[in-house]
């Protein structure tokens, strides 16, 4: 079946605007029924792109990423066989693409029409990911569970849901990273992955995703793994939010992270429970410094301007705030 089927494998993994333009051009020509991405989230994003881009008569890039409106063309079907785990996007509408000539790295969550109609996921598939990328996608799960947990302060069935998920991922990261062979481990990355961005946790919540802002603008001046940007903004991030959000940290320390509650007043309880966090990342092997990322004080001031500020966290930044951001983490 494979054999009636156009591959095309860029050489740089670099999805941005140009490629697509190429791309789109090609298609055209090809009239394709169904588009099959085999790879990491990077690839499901750029098919879903290039799945509503083909048909458009404008340009997409500006209608679809710059004035965010919805789909009104032709889209060619999207499925997808998964080496890599960690953006869900075999689950939901999101795309996310680069424009390398503006340092602009924006997402799109499209509709259920968009959303592939068909993913493969297996577990085994994932075996020969190199270490930095697996962790990498551990650490993008576990931020896409706390963009939406970390809002609002209602008892709310959803963080029930994520604070189990948050233990899933954790448990079968320590066990991954010791033994990457192990296929109950990467089971459960895989399908936790899943389960963190198909919207079914976001229900009832305002969501935050502040620190995927500040990560897709790292990452669109330095072509750093997504993961790792997130890994190195996300605890200055929360601390800086956490006296707006006290109740909820204290939440997530004790029962994600075991922090016990005696003798101490819920901010000391939060700030052990972002320490632990802390932690488990430095047992991972994640980045948090924005300086191993590549990341330049020049640079500075266009990742500043080109990081949206959201308002459903609990604290809406300032651009000095995310600057200050990035000079703690420098300093990390």
């Known amino acids: 079946m494979l054999g009636t089927f156009t591959y095309y494998n860029p050489t740089k993994l670099h999805f941005g605007k140009d490629a697509l333009a190429s791309l789109k051009e090609e298609l055209l020509n090809y ?14 994003d750029y098919a879903k792109a290039v799945s509503v881009s083909t048909y458009c008569e404008e340009d997409p890039w500006d209608k679809y990423y710059l004035r965010m409106e919805e789909v009104d063309n032709k ?3 999207v499925g997808c066989i998964l080496t890599m785990v960690g953006t869900g996007s075999e689950m939901n509408g ?49 931020s896409h569970i706390l963009e939406q ?9 959803s963080d029930y849901i994520m604070e189990g998920l948050l233990k ?31 919207t079914l946790v976001a229900a009832g919540k305002t969501t935050d995703w502040e620190v995927h802002m500040i990560g897709q603008s790292i990452g669109a001046y330095t072509d750093a793994t997504h993961g790792m ?62 300086k191993d990322l590549g990341v330049t004080p020049e640079m500075y001031d266009g990742i500043v301007a080109g990081t949206p500020l959201n308002t459903g966290g609990y604290k809406t930044l300032s651009k000095e705030d995310v600057k200050a951001i990035l000079e703690e983490s420098m300093n990390a």
């Open 168 to 198: 899933s991922l954790i448990h079968s990261a320590r066990i991954a990273v010791k033994n990457p062979m192990d296929y109950e481990a990467r089971s459960n990355i895989m399908w936790t992955s899943t389960w963190a961005l198909n």
């Open 75 to 77: 889209i060619i079907p």
């Open 31 to 44: 009239g394709p029924k169904v588009m099959l991405s085999f790879g990491g989230g990077s690839t499901v």
């Open 229 to 290: 940007t997130l890994s190195a903004v996300s605890i200055p991030y929360y601390k800086m939010i956490l006296p707006y959000g006290v109740a909820k940290f204290k939440r997530y320390a004790m029962n994600v992270w075991n922090v016990q509650a005696q003798d101490k007043d819920d901010t000391q309880i939060a700030l052990e429970g972002l320490q632990a966090m802390e932690d488990f990342m430095k047992e991972l092997g994640l980045v948090l410094s924005v």
């Open 94 to 142: 999101g795309s996310v693409i680069t424009n390398p000539k503006t340092n602009l790295k924006i997402g799109h969550v499209y509709g259920p029409n968009v959303f592939p109609k068909f993913a493969i996921l297996n577990p085994e598939y994932t075996f020969t990911v190199p270490m930095y990328q697996m962790v990498a996608g551990c650490f993008d799960i576990m």
């Open 149 to 157: 947990y970390f809002s609002g302060n209602d008892d709310n069935t």
